[in-house]
C-alpha cells in the first residue's frame, strides 16, 4: 500500500509521465468516440405558466415554457425562473407538453444555451445601444412529479399515465 505522501506525489505529477503517453493518446484509450462537452442542467420545479406551441422564422415547431424554482430560507424565500424550449417535438410531445398545467411539478433536464443580443432599448453612458446576455435551456427531459391538485378527479388516471409515458419514450 502506497504512503499517502507518496500518492500526493504521484498525483502531482504530470500524467505523461506517469503512463509513457500524452494526455491525448491516454484519454483516447478509454473511449473510440470523439470527446464532447456536456453541459447539462437539472431543474425541479412548478411550470409557471401553461407550455405553449410557437413557429420560428423557418417553420420548425417549439414548444416553449417556464420552470420556477424555490430556493432560499423561510426567512428570505427566493424563486429562480428558468426559459425553456423543445425543439421538433413530435404531435403527441406537444400536446402532452401543452395540455401540462400551470402549477405542475416538473423534473427537467436541459442543456444551457448562452446568447448574446444588442438591446436597442437601452442605451449604456456614451449612448450606444447596450450588449445583452441571456440563458436559455434547450428542453431533453421532462417528467411530471405531481399535477396541481392532484386529489381532484380528473378524466382518467389511467389515460393520464398513458399519455405520459407515452410522450416520455418519445422525447428520451
Request: charged content about 25%; hydrophobic content about 30%.
Amino acid at each position: 500500500m502506497l504512503r499517502p505522501s507518496v500518492l500526493h506525489r504521484i498525483s502531482a505529477l504530470p500524467l505523461s509521465s506517469i503512463t509513457g503517453r500524452t494526455t491525448a493518446n491516454f484519454s483516447r484509450a478509454f473511449s473510440s468516440s470523439p470527446r464532447n462537452h456536456v453541459a447539462r442542467l437539472t431543474i425541479v420545479g412548478q411550470l409557471g405558466n401553461v407550455p405553449e406551441r410557437e413557429y420560428t422564422s423557418t417553420g420548425k415547431e417549439v414548444v416553449r415554457y417556464v420552470v420556477g424554482h424555490n430556493h432560499g430560507t423561510r426567512d428570505n424565500p427566493k424563486t429562480s425562473w428558468f426559459r425553456l424550449a423543445h425543439f421538433g417535438p413530435t404531435d403527441s410531445q406537444a400536446q402532452y407538453l401543452t395540455g401540462l398545467q400551470k402549477g405542475s411539478l416538473v423534473y427537467v433536464e436541459a442543456e444551457p444555451q448562452s446568447s448574446t443580443f444588442v438591446d436597442e432599448r437601452t442605451a449604456g453612458p456614451d449612448g450606444e445601444p447596450l450588449k445583452r446576455s441571456t440563458w436559455n435551456f434547450v428542453h431533453r427531459t421532462l417528467r411530471v412529479l405531481r399535477k396541481p391538485g392532484s386529489g381532484d378527479s380528473s378524466a382518467s388516471p389511467e389515460a393520464d399515465a398513458e399519455a405520459e409515458a407515452r410522450a416520455e419514450a418519445e422525447m428520451a
